[in-house]
């Protein structure tokens, strides 16, 4: 796995690895066309166009859509990621959750040349405090619950976990919190130093000793080259919610909320049940289309083609029980067998395994697989082509449909703006006058038209979120009172003695109507005012220049995604109906305390989650909007500097910039550069 010299080298990979990726490939065959239009605005509009397409072709190449993997603690989720990148032993994949590290496998990325490709973020002080002082998430939960012996079990545990800490990594290992270490190779004995936990020690003296500083390092980004996949693509191996002290729940929750793409790793002999709620909680805030659910470990079933029926049944029944994403795509498979595969060695195959195997071939193989190898066969039977098509249909749809139809509407203003510096040139070169609007006054034209455009964004994105913030608290303030009435309701029917349980879906269902009524009003607020914008940049190019150009346009960009409200999903007290709960109902004495206590409980407990959508999320979706049109503006600004700029070419000029001497050639490559983007953009747009 080590690389040769300083940056990561493709390895040896099976042709049937691409299989499932079509849509992917289509989808790159589209941005090498789109490089090819770009190449040739630059033809015609010189040094300046050269510059503002060679960013675009950047940002193009850039593009790395994200697929965040969350599920079951030993559902193979890390054995399925390692057969997803083709290397069957990359990541460890017997690891305690509490150790595991929130690991991004990065693929094809772009990088400097100088640039790590390895790199481990550890936790910052305040969040170790958080941990040690506290008890993390559950310790919070305990105390404000009063629940004494619970807490002391905590307090118990994050002791013995500090005290092996420091064993590990020194009295002042304090110190490092905070740290990132990076490394321009990526080798096995990192992963093992940072990623996994390991054995207690006996040689404590290693320097290198497996899993030194893993309960310290919170997240792992590697990166790697692989020859099967045709773009950029970022993979999120993340431990899940079975976490003891939820520290890394808030850091799945996170990794979520930068991914557009979920998939669900479930093991066959526990796909899903209510026991799972932690699980469900956070894939219900994401929206359906974008959640895949894998049921993996189906080697180890006895007869795969009875019980995989019957496991899709139950997963889809306990997801529309407990208000789920409304049918979400199932794949079935095996990650043991894609790594069988992938290694080369069926010989070494379980043979109950092989059993299963020929079960489900039986039972899922068709006519088009007759010419496949038996390697091939059996990547195929393991779900891996499935799951890369689901991948790659949604990719394709969301993600690589907005960086398209973005990066084409770019290059129609780039053909507009060159388009326009062409005409002024040649009416000037023409004879004709040609009125061009002094550089300074320009600029004061531009400087008044982002003003006033920011600030109009501004003004419009207070009065949504202010609307936003007025329902959630309303949300919030109305499930504290049901919640209370139905406290005392029950009190009255069946006494103290009972206890009453009370979900918190409710809660979570209003917060989430009012985000996406938020949703839908940033985009309408954003088309509205980035429409805007447009028309009056347009406007100044016509009073500036004075030139009439056919097809001139300025095409507004696109509103930004707004995440989905994946912190729905963090666990509070209400969900957790155990011992302590119990027994902080059972101190309550009087209906009284029970009101009161339950009241600022469960308002301490929500609090954090609405602030959350209210202020850290609304500011990042206020940041997002205001930043696409800021770039949107200097854009556009730098465009008819150009053409302001060129007004004293002469004809020898022109050609050299051109590269074209035939106006009528010109027009025509115009024409036809025109059409071309504005016809994708518009078949993206219908799509």
């Known amino acids: 796995m080590t690389s040769d010299g300083d940056r990561p080298t493709p390895t040896a990979q099976p042709a049937f690895m691409r ?61 399925l990621v390692n057969a997803m990148v083709g290397r069957p032993d990359l990541l ?46 559950i310790g919070e939960l305990a105390a404000r619950a009063g629940a004494d012996e619970e807490l002391e079990k905590v307090r118990t545990q994050i002791i013995a976990m500090r005290d092996k800490t420091k064993q590990r990594l020194g009295r002042k290992f304090e110190l490092l919190l905070g740290q990132k270490h990076s490394y321009a190779q990526l080798n096995d004995d990192l992963i093992q130093r940072y990623v996994c936990m390991g054995d207690d020690f006996d040689d404590l003296g290693q320097a290198d000793q497996q899993g030194r500083f ?40 996170n990794a979520l909320r930068d991914s557009r793409i979920c998939v669900v790793v479930l093991s066959a002999h526990q796909a899903l049940s209510a026991m799972d709620m932690g699980l469900i909680r956070l894939i219900s805030n994401v929206k359906a289309r974008e959640v895949l659910i894998f049921v993996n470990r189906i080697d180890e079933l006895s007869n795969p083609a009875e019980q995989v029926p019957e496991i899709r049944d139950s997963i889809m029944q306990t997801l529309a029980d407990n208000n789920g994403p409304e049918n979400p795509q199932v794949i079935f498979g095996s990650a043991y067998w ?35 190898d038996t390697h091939e066969l059996v990547w195929q039977l393991s779900g891996m082509p499935q799951l890369y ?49 002094m550089a300074d006054e320009l600029e004061k034209h531009l400087d008044k038209l982002q003003k006033d455009n920011m600030k109009l964004l501004s003004d419009r994105m207070d009065a949504v979120f202010q609307q936003f913030s007025a329902r959630v608290d309303q949300s919030h303030k109305r499930f504290l009172d049901r919640a209370l009435e139905s406290l005392l309701q029950h009190l ?37 005012v980035y429409a805007s914008a447009a028309q009056d940049l347009a406007e100044i190019c016509r009073s500036a220049f004075g030139v009439a150009v056919e097809n001139f346009t300025i095409t507004p960009p696109t ?44 308002e301490a407990e929500t609090k954090p989650i609405v602030e959350e959508l209210k202020m850290r999320q609304a500011n990042d979706i206020r940041e997002s909007a205001e930043r696409e049109l800021h770039s949107f503006l200097s854009e556009q600004r730098g465009l008819l500097s150009d053409i302001s700029n060129k007004s004293e070419l002469d004809i020898e000029d022109l050609e050299d910039v051109f590269g074209i001497k035939a106006q009528q050639e010109r027009e025509e490559l115009f024409e036809f550069i025109f059409e071309e983007l504005r016809d994708d953009t518009i078949a993206i747009g219908k799509a």
């Open 92 to 137: 460890p994949a017997d690891v305690n959750p509490w150790t595991s590290v929130v690991t991004s496998l990065h693929l094809n990325t772009p990088l400097p040349p100088d640039a790590p490709t390895a790199a481990f973020q550890f936790f910052s002080k305040g969040e170790w405090d958080h941990l040690i002082e506290n008890g993390g998430r």
């Open 338 to 372: 894609a790594n069988i595969a992938l290694k080369n060695d069926l010989d070494d195959i379980i043979s109950d395994s092989a059993d299963a195997l020929y079960n489900w071939a039986e039972a899922s193989l068709s006519a088009e697989t007759v010419d496949m």
């Open 389 to 437: 098509s689901a991948l790659s249909e949604r990719i394709v749809e969301g993600s690589g449909a907005e960086i398209l139809s973005a990066s084409r509407k770019k290059a129609l203003n780039l053909v507009s703006g060159v388009r326009a510096s062409n005409a002024v040139v040649s009416m000037r070169l023409d004879g004709d006058t040609v009125s061009v609007m």
């Open 214 to 253: 893993a309960d310290i390092t919170k997240s792992a980004d590697l990166y790697l080259n692989t020859k099967a996949l045709p773009i950029p693509l970022c993979i999120r191996d993340t431990p899940g919610v079975n976490d003891t002290f939820m520290m890394r729940e808030q850091i799945t929750i």
């Open 559 to 602: 509103p930004p995604d707004v995440p989905a409200p994946v912190s729905l999903g963090q666990t509070i007290a209400l969900d957790l109906q155990t011992s302590w709960w119990k027994g902080w109902w059972k101190r309550r004495k009087g209906y009284r305390a029970f009101a009161s206590g339950f009241y600022d409980l469960i």
């Open 19 to 79: 299989r499932g990726l079509e849509k992917l490939e289509a989808f790159q065959d589209e941005i090498v066309d789109l490089e090819a239009t770009l190449a040739d605005v630059v033809k015609l509009g010189g040094l300046d166009a050269e510059k503002k397409s060679a960013k675009l072709i950047k940002q193009l190449r850039a593009f790395e859509p994200s697929v965040t993997m969350i599920g079951q603690v030993k559902a193979g989720k890390t054995s």
């Open 492 to 528: 009255e029917t069946k006494g103290e003695e009972e206890v009453w349980q009370y979900s918190p879906d409710g809660l979570r269902m209003l917060l989430r109507t009012s985000y996406q009524v938020m949703r839908r009003n940033v985009a309408s607020t954003c088309e509205e």
